[in-house]
């Protein structure tokens, strides 16, 4: 591959995503759809064991990372699991590129979620980015209608939706089964595996590593050594990324992404007119710039609400149990996922409700894909974006200190300081807007 710039990076991102629209391929009914895992040192692994295991449904075509060794070393196991090696790449616009991919399946770092989604919209291929799908609201409502522009198959990694427990049970709490719900909750607690990330020194790049393609259209800023964990090539890298606000959203755009997506689910009520949140980053001594404890409360135009809590100190979890959950209040019940039971006046109300159809997460991507409709989908591009965008109003009133106003229809707040991060500037050479 030729030597990559910086500038010709953001140059040659911008042709592509601007270029002529792909045509999808239709599947017949015996035909694999040809995937492509984008990232893969972390759930992106998980993407390719569960893909491996439906060999019926699809094979895994090619393979895509920007760090070599974490590239060689799994094109090396998928090829003997499968008895045929996949192409590797090490760049996300030649993957996509590639006919013989069909999808496309993204775990690379939140601040390049959207841009490859919507790169391959664009490529003709269909899509399951994982969670959060973007890294800001403006990022969210692009891929929403690179979805819709492209007659592209989105799936977002938010893999409760698929849960058939919790398809019936939020249905029960639409039909009013507990009421007319008033206050919804959701919490992630991960005290087991959250500590303390060190400190970081500029320093060079592992040369395995591509630094460049990594960043993405983020601006460029030196490769951080980690001074106190040698057992890391970096600071960032490869998951400590998530707790910077350039390629992360922290705690609550990454476990709390999925209650939140649960407790917006059960609310139903869309984006809130009122956001505050609270918290710090207490008890580390590190470079982390995103808070382990973090209270936030959104407040809809119906005057209902939903709050949520990160805390990621401790090693205590609350008598509802779990490490993370939901519970809905309505104004004759209440219902807690964890214990996933509904309940009034303390007695605990029978459900007779049958289940519905027993699907995991990729079942209902490969349906959509074959079928080419949206409601096989668990959950559409834009109730995804509705979850994710709640994520990133917090982290906007947390980053600004204030109880702010926002009108769910321009997409804006009052607060102008507040409007500054609800996009990114520099994607305006790197990703030209799809709408």
């Given amino acids: 591959m030729k030597s990559l710039t910086r500038r010709s990076f953001l140059k040659s991102t911008a042709v592509l995503v601007a270029g002529t629209m792909a045509v999808g391929k239709v599947f017949g009914a015996n035909e694999r759809i040809g995937i492509c895992t984008i990232g893969f040192n972390g759930q992106g692994g998980s993407h390719i064991k569960d893909i491996l295991e439906k060999s019926n449904e699809a094979e895994i075509v090619a393979l895509c990372d920007v760090d070599k060794r974490v590239l060689e070393r799994m094109v090396k196991t998928v090829g003997s699991k499968q008895g045929k090696t996949p192409k590797a790449y090490e760049d996300f616009r030649e993957a996509v590129q590639d006919p013989n991919v069909h999808a496309i399946t993204i775990a690379t770092p939140n601040h390049t979620h959207t841009l490859i989604a ?45 849960d058939n427990t919790l398809i019936r049970d939020i249905a029960l709490i639409h039909k009013g089964f507990i ?29 395995y590593l591509n630094w460049t393609l990594w960043q993405g259209t983020s601006p460029d800023h030196p490769f951080m050594k980690n001074k106190d964990r040698k057992d890391k090539p970096g600071l960032y890298v490869h998951y400590d990324w998530h707790w910077f606000w350039e390629y992360g959203n922290g705690e609550i755009g990454n476990q709390g992404v999925h209650e939140m997506d649960i407790a917006c689910w059960g609310h139903n009520r869309g984006l809130p007119i009122k956001v505050y949140s609270t918290g710090g980053r207490y008890g580390w001594d590190d470079d982390g710039q995103t808070p382990n404890t973090q209270a936030t409360s959104f407040t809809y135009e ?11 100190l401790g090693s205590f979890q609350e008598a509802d149990g779990g490490d993370c959950g939901n519970s809905f209040f309505g104004t004759e019940g209440y219902y807690v996922r964890r214990k996933g039971f509904f309940d009034y006046k303390n007695k605990p109300i029978p459900v007779n409700e049958p289940l519905p159809e027993d699907l ?40 600004i200190g204030r109880s702010l106003e926002f009108d769910p229809k321009t997409l804006k707040f009052k607060d102008d300081e507040a409007n500054k991060l609800i996009k990114r500037e520099q994607y305006r050479e790197g990703f030209e807007p799809v709408a």
């Fill in 118 to 162: 919507v790169t391959g919209c664009k490529a003709g291929k269909d899509v399951y980015v994982e969670k959060p799908m973007s890294h800001n609201i403006w990022e969210g409502t692009q891929l929403v209608e690179a979805a819709k522009k492209y007659n592209r198959i989105v799936q977002h990694g938010t893999q409760s939706r698929s």
């Fill in 179 to 207: 009421g007319k719900i008033m206050h919804s909750r959701g919490y992630v607690y991960k005290n087991g595996n959250r500590f303390a990330i060190g400190h970081g020194e500029p320093g060079n790049p592992p040369d």
């Fill in 302 to 312: 119906d005057g209902s609400m939903v709050t949520f809590e990160v805390r990621n």
């Fill in 360 to 399: 995991d997460k990729w079942d209902r991507f490969f349906r959509a894909i074959r079928s080419r409709k949206e409601e096989d989908l668990p959950v559409t591009p834009y109730d995804a974006h509705i979850s994710c965008a709640h994520c990133h109003l917090g982290n906007i009133a947390y980053r």
